[in-house]
């Protein structure tokens, strides 16, 4: 726990933040010029940074892009004070509410036998906010990347019941979405059938991973990462061999690829 005196030197390093934000925005003229629209892309980029030095467990960068999260979220609530909507004291005790509105196990008499009771009265609860989701799905956000965006609504279903009774039970699933999606194949039925059943089969497999404790976006990245690096390794051998890819046959390809296996 942060102790009193680091307490301290917290609120005085986030006035000091402030202050270096009013001079930014009365004398540097291209943070006078921002507006909520032009920072937003810019937010999403940190976000990204942020994102990848998670998955790299670089704390160094970690620090560094939470700072300029931090940053934006300033920039932000100095717009919106500017225009007379809110300012960055609001947008704190906006969340500060929440939270303890949220925490009836913390703050109240609700009692909780773990972390899915808690996820479940944090859903009710957001239906029930006089501002919150008027129902279960309300919340996702529509602009949320698809893989990420099946695993929120799973995630929110799930909260309020619609769950599988034993986890194992999801294979069935699986396997009925991946058969159905051969059959689609096989028959050669349309292109936007086909795809529809490749999106049902990708759903059941993003409910597979929830139920399982896997956060598929970032299973899928750690793949994604471990495939560019063994393929960087086949690119690098078959360039020393003073060789092409093109030239090489598949054979020849997966024989240095299991070479790269040893690298992981």
């Given at each position: 726990m942060m102790t009193n005196k680091r307490k301290d030197e917290a609120v005085k390093a986030f006035l000091r933040l402030l202050e270096i934000m009013d001079d930014l925005r009365e004398k540097c003229p291209w943070d006078r010029e921002q507006t909520l629209e032009s920072i937003r892309p810019l937010t999403i980029e940190e976000?990204?940074?942020?994102?990848?030095?998670?998955?790299?467990?670089?704390?160094s960068t970690i620090k560094k892009?939470?700072?300029?999260?931090?940053?934006?979220?300033?920039?932000?609530?100095?717009?919106?004070?500017?225009?007379?909507?809110?300012?960055?004291?609001?947008?704190i005790n906006s969340l500060c509410d929440k939270l303890i509105y949220r925490h009836p196990h913390i703050y109240g008499d609700v009692k909780v036998g773990g972390t899915n009771d808690v996820l479940e009265n944090w859903e009710q609860l957001k239906i029930k906010e006089k501002d919150g989701n008027k129902t279960v799905l309300s919340g996702v956000p529509s602009s949320l990347p698809a893989l990420i965006k099946a695993n929120r609504i799973q995630e929110k279903v799930r909260a309020v019941g619609f769950d599988w009774d034993e986890r194992s039970q999801v294979?069935?699933?699986?396997?009925?979405?991946?058969?159905?999606?051969?059959h689609e194949v096989e028959?050669?039925?349309?292109?936007?059938?086909i795809e529809l059943e490749f999106g049902d089969l990708l759903f059941s497999i993003v409910n597979a991973a929830r139920l399982y404790g896997v956060d598929p976006e970032t299973a899928l990245e750690r793949t994604n990462r471990k495939f560019m690096k063994r393929f960087g390794?086949?690119?690098?051998?078959?360039?020393?061999q003073g060789k092409s890819l093109k030239e090489m046959t598949l054979d020849e390809m997966n024989k240095i690829w299991e070479e790269a296996k040893r690298y992981d």
């Open positions: 976000t990204y940074e942020l994102s990848e030095g998670i998955l790299e467990k670089d704390f892009e939470l700072g300029d999260i931090l940053l934006h979220i300033v920039f932000y609530s100095k717009i919106a004070e500017e225009d007379k909507q809110f300012d960055v004291v609001d947008v294979w069935d699933k699986v396997q009925e979405e991946l058969n159905e999606l051969k028959v050669n039925t349309s292109d936007e059938d390794y086949l690119e690098q051998k078959t360039i020393k």
